[in-house]
Protein backbone atom coordinates (compact mmCIF):
# COMPACT_ATOMS: atom_id res chain seq x y z
CA UNK A 1 0.00 0.00 0.00
CA UNK A 2 1.11 3.37 -1.06
CA UNK A 3 1.80 5.82 2.00
CA UNK A 4 -1.24 7.29 2.32
CA UNK A 5 -0.30 11.17 2.31
CA UNK A 6 3.69 11.27 4.30
CA UNK A 7 5.03 12.44 1.26
CA UNK A 8 2.26 15.23 1.68
CA UNK A 9 3.51 16.62 5.41
CA UNK A 10 7.19 17.03 4.59
CA UNK A 11 9.92 19.57 2.77
CA UNK A 12 7.25 22.75 2.39
CA UNK A 13 9.40 26.15 2.66
CA UNK A 14 7.38 27.59 5.54
CA UNK A 15 6.96 23.94 7.56
CA UNK A 16 10.58 23.45 7.30
CA UNK A 17 12.95 23.45 10.86
CA UNK A 18 15.44 26.34 10.28
CA UNK A 19 18.42 24.95 10.83
CA UNK A 20 21.62 25.30 8.52
CA UNK A 21 22.39 24.03 5.06
CA UNK A 22 18.32 23.80 4.92
CA UNK A 23 18.59 26.55 1.91
CA UNK A 24 21.27 24.32 -0.38
CA UNK A 25 20.32 23.54 -3.74
CA UNK A 26 20.05 19.65 -4.93
CA UNK A 27 23.23 20.30 -6.99
CA UNK A 28 24.67 21.87 -3.77
CA UNK A 29 23.27 19.09 -1.59
CA UNK A 30 24.96 16.16 -3.60
CA UNK A 31 28.19 18.13 -3.58
CA UNK A 32 28.47 18.56 0.22
CA UNK A 33 26.86 15.39 1.11
CA UNK A 34 27.73 12.93 -1.81
CA UNK A 35 26.56 10.26 0.77
CA UNK A 36 22.88 11.36 -0.35
CA UNK A 37 21.27 9.28 -2.68
CA UNK A 38 18.86 10.46 -5.53
CA UNK A 39 16.00 8.98 -4.08
CA UNK A 40 16.46 10.87 -0.76
CA UNK A 41 16.09 13.99 -2.31
CA UNK A 42 11.99 14.42 -2.27
CA UNK A 43 9.83 16.68 -4.27
CA UNK A 44 6.98 19.04 -2.41
CA UNK A 45 3.52 18.15 -2.83
CA UNK A 46 0.73 20.15 -0.22
CA UNK A 47 0.01 18.53 3.27
CA UNK A 48 -2.67 16.46 4.30
CA UNK A 49 -3.04 18.81 7.15
CA UNK A 50 -1.37 22.36 6.35
CA UNK A 51 -1.05 23.12 9.93
CA UNK A 52 0.36 20.08 10.38
CA UNK A 53 4.45 20.54 10.73
CA UNK A 54 7.08 17.78 10.01
CA UNK A 55 10.72 18.30 8.89
CA UNK A 56 12.64 16.80 6.68
CA UNK A 57 16.60 15.79 8.26
CA UNK A 58 18.64 15.49 5.03
CA UNK A 59 22.02 15.45 6.85
CA UNK A 60 23.58 15.59 10.02
CA UNK A 61 23.47 18.95 11.09
CA UNK A 62 19.28 19.16 10.29
CA UNK A 63 18.99 16.45 12.66
CA UNK A 64 21.82 18.14 15.49
CA UNK A 65 19.74 21.56 15.23
CA UNK A 66 16.14 19.52 15.55
CA UNK A 67 17.17 17.65 18.15
CA UNK A 68 19.09 19.75 20.21
CA UNK A 69 16.17 22.55 20.12
CA UNK A 70 13.42 20.51 21.32
CA UNK A 71 12.70 19.68 24.89
CA UNK A 72 11.27 16.79 23.91
CA UNK A 73 11.51 15.92 19.54
CA UNK A 74 10.39 12.62 17.70
CA UNK A 75 12.60 11.12 14.42
CA UNK A 76 11.62 8.87 12.56
CA UNK A 77 14.55 6.80 11.06
CA UNK A 78 12.39 5.46 7.63
CA UNK A 79 14.49 3.91 4.58
CA UNK A 80 11.20 4.49 2.40
CA UNK A 81 8.52 6.74 2.09
CA UNK A 82 6.52 4.45 0.05
CA UNK A 83 5.93 1.87 3.04
CA UNK A 84 3.70 0.22 5.55
CA UNK A 85 5.63 2.12 8.10
CA UNK A 86 5.28 5.09 6.10
CA UNK A 87 1.52 4.57 6.71
CA UNK A 88 1.82 4.34 10.28
CA UNK A 89 3.82 7.47 10.54
CA UNK A 90 1.48 9.10 8.78
CA UNK A 91 -1.43 7.84 11.26
CA UNK A 92 0.96 8.54 14.14
CA UNK A 93 1.60 12.19 12.90
CA UNK A 94 -1.63 13.43 12.62
CA UNK A 95 -3.07 11.79 16.03
CA UNK A 96 -0.15 13.03 18.67
CA UNK A 97 -0.13 16.83 17.17
CA UNK A 98 1.83 18.08 20.91
CA UNK A 99 5.33 16.91 19.78
CA UNK A 100 7.63 17.98 16.41
CA UNK A 101 8.36 15.40 14.24
CA UNK A 102 11.32 14.95 11.74
CA UNK A 103 11.71 12.33 8.86
CA UNK A 104 15.31 10.93 8.05
CA UNK A 105 16.54 8.54 5.16
CA UNK A 106 19.95 9.85 4.99
CA UNK A 107 22.85 6.73 6.49
CA UNK A 108 24.87 9.05 8.00
CA UNK A 109 22.45 10.02 10.27
CA UNK A 110 21.35 6.91 10.58
CA UNK A 111 25.01 5.66 11.62
CA UNK A 112 25.20 8.25 14.01
CA UNK A 113 22.50 7.65 16.05
CA UNK A 114 23.47 3.93 15.97
CA UNK A 115 20.04 2.95 13.55
CA UNK A 116 20.16 -0.07 12.00
CA UNK A 117 16.05 -0.81 11.36
CA UNK A 118 13.16 1.39 10.41
CA UNK A 119 12.96 3.42 14.04
CA UNK A 120 10.99 5.70 15.84
CA UNK A 121 12.81 7.91 18.28
CA UNK A 122 12.07 9.78 20.95
CA UNK A 123 14.37 12.43 21.97
CA UNK A 124 14.08 14.12 25.31
CA UNK A 125 16.12 16.45 27.99
CA UNK A 126 14.95 14.37 30.97
CA UNK A 127 14.79 11.18 32.54
CA UNK A 128 16.64 8.59 29.97
CA UNK A 129 17.47 10.93 27.56
CA UNK A 130 16.31 8.78 24.37
CA UNK A 131 14.26 5.56 23.87
CA UNK A 132 13.43 3.86 20.69
CA UNK A 133 10.29 1.62 18.54
CA UNK A 134 12.41 0.01 16.36
CA UNK A 135 9.63 -1.65 13.63
CA UNK A 136 11.71 -4.35 12.68
CA UNK A 137 9.45 -7.43 10.50
CA UNK A 138 6.55 -7.35 12.86
CA UNK A 139 3.23 -5.59 11.98
CA UNK A 140 2.61 -2.36 13.66
CA UNK A 141 -0.59 -0.88 14.34
CA UNK A 142 -0.61 3.27 14.50
CA UNK A 143 -2.14 3.16 17.96
CA UNK A 144 0.57 1.24 19.39
CA UNK A 145 3.33 3.96 18.03
CA UNK A 146 0.88 6.20 19.71
CA UNK A 147 0.70 4.87 23.00
CA UNK A 148 4.52 4.42 23.35
CA UNK A 149 4.78 8.20 21.99
CA UNK A 150 2.02 9.55 24.97
CA UNK A 151 3.59 6.84 27.86
CA UNK A 152 7.33 7.78 27.24
CA UNK A 153 6.72 11.65 26.36
CA UNK A 154 5.76 12.09 30.43
CA UNK A 155 8.07 12.20 32.85
CA UNK A 156 8.54 9.24 35.12
CA UNK A 157 7.66 11.70 37.91
CA UNK A 158 5.54 14.30 36.94
CA UNK A 159 5.31 17.98 39.53
CA UNK A 160 1.42 17.81 39.51
CA UNK A 161 -0.09 21.49 38.66
CA UNK A 162 -3.37 22.03 36.71
CA UNK A 163 -0.98 22.20 33.05
CA UNK A 164 -0.37 18.56 33.30
CA UNK A 165 -3.31 17.01 34.69
CA UNK A 166 -4.69 16.41 31.05
CA UNK A 167 -1.52 14.91 30.40
CA UNK A 168 -2.04 12.46 33.53
CA UNK A 169 -5.65 11.75 33.47
CA UNK A 170 -4.97 11.12 29.71
CA UNK A 171 -2.16 9.03 29.93
CA UNK A 172 -4.56 5.45 30.50
CA UNK A 173 -2.90 4.93 33.21
CA UNK A 174 -5.42 4.01 35.99
CA UNK A 175 -3.25 3.87 39.27
CA UNK A 176 -1.56 6.79 40.00
CA UNK A 177 0.52 7.36 43.26
CA UNK A 178 0.92 10.95 44.64
CA UNK A 179 3.84 11.75 47.32
CA UNK A 180 2.24 14.79 48.90
CA UNK A 181 5.41 16.59 50.53
CA UNK A 182 6.21 20.11 51.21
CA UNK A 183 9.00 21.54 48.79
CA UNK A 184 10.61 23.82 52.00
CA UNK A 185 11.21 20.64 53.19
CA UNK A 186 14.77 19.30 54.50
CA UNK A 187 13.30 15.65 52.62
CA UNK A 188 11.89 17.22 49.77
CA UNK A 189 14.95 15.94 47.32
CA UNK A 190 15.35 12.79 49.08
CA UNK A 191 11.77 11.89 48.26
CA UNK A 192 11.74 13.30 44.64
CA UNK A 193 15.02 10.78 44.41
CA UNK A 194 13.23 8.30 45.73
CA UNK A 195 10.42 8.09 43.67
CA UNK A 196 12.39 8.57 40.78
CA UNK A 197 14.47 5.53 41.42
CA UNK A 198 11.03 3.65 41.03
CA UNK A 199 9.08 5.20 38.81
CA UNK A 200 10.80 3.18 36.01
CA UNK A 201 9.98 0.10 37.19
CA UNK A 202 6.30 1.13 36.83
CA UNK A 203 5.88 2.81 33.63
CA UNK A 204 2.79 2.10 31.94
CA UNK A 205 1.65 0.69 35.20
CA UNK A 206 1.90 3.52 37.79
CA UNK A 207 1.77 7.85 36.76
CA UNK A 208 4.24 8.75 40.02
CA UNK A 209 3.25 12.12 40.46
CA UNK A 210 4.89 15.02 43.24
CA UNK A 211 2.62 17.20 44.84
CA UNK A 212 4.04 20.41 46.63
CA UNK A 213 1.76 20.51 49.71
CA UNK A 214 3.09 23.98 49.88
CA UNK A 215 0.70 25.49 47.42
CA UNK A 216 -2.86 26.24 48.14
CA UNK A 217 -4.26 25.40 45.15
CA UNK A 218 -3.09 21.52 45.88
CA UNK A 219 -5.12 21.52 49.67
CA UNK A 220 -7.50 19.68 47.86
CA UNK A 221 -5.63 16.85 47.14
CA UNK A 222 -4.90 16.58 50.51
CA UNK A 223 -8.18 17.31 51.67
CA UNK A 224 -9.53 14.66 48.59
CA UNK A 225 -7.13 11.61 50.74
CA UNK A 226 -7.54 13.14 54.08
CA UNK A 227 -4.06 13.65 54.87
CA UNK A 228 -3.21 16.68 56.55
CA UNK A 229 -0.11 18.60 57.83
CA UNK A 230 1.14 17.13 60.35
CA UNK A 231 1.37 13.37 58.29
CA UNK A 232 3.57 14.83 55.43
CA UNK A 233 4.94 13.11 53.96
CA UNK A 234 2.53 11.07 52.28
CA UNK A 235 2.15 8.37 49.79
CA UNK A 236 -1.49 8.00 47.76
CA UNK A 237 -2.04 5.50 45.51
CA UNK A 238 -5.77 5.42 44.18
CA UNK A 239 -7.45 3.74 41.08
CA UNK A 240 -9.07 6.53 38.69
CA UNK A 241 -11.98 4.16 37.43
CA UNK A 242 -12.43 2.18 40.61
CA UNK A 243 -11.46 5.08 43.11
CA UNK A 244 -10.01 2.78 45.56
CA UNK A 245 -7.50 3.87 47.12
CA UNK A 246 -5.11 4.15 49.95
CA UNK A 247 -2.50 5.79 52.02
CA UNK A 248 1.11 5.68 53.18
CA UNK A 249 2.00 7.49 56.17
CA UNK A 250 5.47 9.43 56.58
CA UNK A 251 7.08 7.39 58.98
CA UNK A 252 7.02 4.08 56.57
CA UNK A 253 8.19 5.64 53.31
CA UNK A 254 11.38 3.47 51.95
CA UNK A 255 12.63 2.64 48.62
CA UNK A 256 10.84 -0.61 49.68
CA UNK A 257 7.76 0.39 51.30
CA UNK A 258 6.76 2.26 48.33
CA UNK A 259 7.76 -0.70 46.03
CA UNK A 260 5.28 -2.81 48.52
CA UNK A 261 2.65 -0.69 48.42
CA UNK A 262 2.04 0.04 44.85
CA UNK A 263 2.68 -3.99 44.07
CA UNK A 264 -0.17 -4.86 46.59
CA UNK A 265 -2.37 -2.21 44.84
CA UNK A 266 -1.61 -3.54 41.77
CA UNK A 267 -2.73 -6.69 42.62
CA UNK A 268 -5.76 -5.46 44.61
CA UNK A 269 -4.07 -6.12 48.38
CA UNK A 270 -4.94 -3.23 50.75
CA UNK A 271 -7.52 -1.27 49.50
CA UNK A 272 -8.17 -0.02 52.77
CA UNK A 273 -10.10 2.94 51.95
CA UNK A 274 -13.21 3.49 48.75
CA UNK A 275 -14.82 6.64 47.67
CA UNK A 276 -17.79 6.90 46.44
CA UNK A 277 -18.01 8.16 42.94
CA UNK A 278 -17.33 11.80 42.20
CA UNK A 279 -19.11 13.59 40.43
CA UNK A 280 -17.85 14.10 36.32
CA UNK A 281 -16.92 17.88 37.25
CA UNK A 282 -14.63 16.98 40.15
CA UNK A 283 -10.70 16.46 39.96
CA UNK A 284 -8.23 16.80 41.75
Known sequence: MIARSLLLLILLP?????AENESLTEDEEREKYPEKKEEQIQTPIPP??????????????NAEDFINDSWIAVVAFLKELN??????LNEVIHAVKNLPFGICANITVWKKYNITNNTISLFKKFDEGRIDYEFKDMEV???????????HAMRLVIEYNHMDASQIFGSGIPIHLLLLVSKKSSGYETHRKLLQTIAADYRGKVVFILVNADVKENSRVSSYFNVKKADLPAACIFHVVTETMDVLKATDIS???????????IEGKDMKLVRPPRPPSEEL
Do not use: G
Not at 48 to 61: G, T
Not at 142 to 149: A, D, H, N, T, Y
Open 14 to 18: LCCHP
Open 48 to 61: KDKYRRVWMLSNVV
Open 83 to 88: STEADV
Open 141 to 151: EPSQVIQFLRL
Open 255 to 265: TESLRQFCDNF
